[in-house]
C-alpha cells in the first residue's frame, strides 16, 4: 500500500461521500502503516492484544533483543522465565508458542497466505489460538496490502465513524458494515483515515 493508493482512494471516496471529505480535509491522508509478511507481524498482533501501543512496543523491542532474529524457532528456544522478563502473560506464551509450532510443521504457512482469498486468508488465520477476526484483518491490511478489508469491530474505527458521521451512538458491526457498503473496494483505506481521524482528534 503506497501514498499514491491512499491518496487516489481517499480521493474518490471523497468524491462519493460529503463526510469523508470532510474529515480529509480535517486531518489530511494517513500513512501507509505496511509491516513484514510473517511470524514477526502475527506476534506482533498477539502481542499487542489489551495493552497499550507503547507497552507493546516495549515488550517486542525485549523480545528482538532476546532472539536476534526472531524467528520461530528463536522464539521456541526462550523458556518460561525468559518470555516473563520479556513481558508475555502465560496466555501469550501459549498463543505464540502454538503458532510458532504451527508454522515450523507446515500446519500454517504465512507465505502462502497473499496467494489466497480474503475469505481463504480469513480462515486459515483464525484458526490458530489466539488470532481471531479482528488479528486477521490487521493482517490483512497492513501486511498483505488488501485494499477492501473492513475492520469493522475496531473500536477506534467505530469511535471516528461516529464522529465523523454525527451518529448519536457508536455503531455496531451491522451499522458499520452497512455504512461502509458505499466504499467498496476501498474500506481499508477508509479505516485508516478513520484511525488516524481517531488519533489526531484525541490530541
Known sequence: MTPETIATALSELAARDADIAR???AVGYPEPRNREQGFGTFLNIIIGQQVSVHAAAAIRGRLVEATQPLTPDSFLALDDDALRVVGLSRRKMEYSRLLAEDILSGAFSPDKLPELDDDQVMAEIIARKGLGRWSAEVYMLFALGRTDVWP?????????VQRIKG???RPNRATMDEIAEAWRPWRGIAALLFWHHYNTAAL
Not at 152 to 160: E, H, I, K, S, Y
Open 23 to 25: 474529515a480529509v480535509e
Open 152 to 160: 469493522a469491530d475496531d473500536l477506534a474505527v467505530q469511535v471516528a
Open 167 to 169: 451518529l448519536d451512538e
